[in-house]
């Protein structure tokens, strides 16, 4: 089972890109799927997730208005769409399946690196 992240890059403040997550060895359409990311030096934090079926999005409220969330089951895949990017939005990010607690998620895929120039 496998979560494979891609889409990171260097973007400038203000700028947008658009982060891809692909899984493969078994269907995540039935679980809830999302995104968190780590800062250099900082503790890794939530940053979106979206419930199986797409019912139900949540985002951190410091990406909030900026970022959204969706996902292609035919894929097997959860974007994260992220508009207005500041410096702070620096990060590795990690997209992550199968929530058992907003922090706790069964499935972590390798991170992809988004740095934001000022």
């Known amino acids: 089972v496998q979560l494979q992240a891609s889409g990171g890059g260097l973007v400038q403040a203000g700028g947008s890109l658009r982060l891809s997550c692909a899984g493969s060895g078994r269907s995540f359409s039935h679980c809830a799927m999302g995104w968190f990311r780590q800062a250099p030096g900082k503790e890794r934090e939530f940053v979106a997730a979206i419930s199986s079926g797409s019912i139900n999005t949540n985002f951190a409220d410091s990406v909030k208005g900026r970022f959204t969330i969706s996902r292609d089951y035919a894929k097997n895949s959860v974007y994260l769409q992220m508009n207005s990017l500041k410096p702070e939005d620096t990060a590795v990010y990690y997209c992550?399946?199968?929530?058992?607690?907003?922090?706790?998620?069964?499935?972590w895929g390798q991170g992809t690196l988004v740095t934001v120039s000022s």
């Open positions: 992550v399946a199968d929530q058992r607690t907003r922090l706790t998620w069964t499935f």
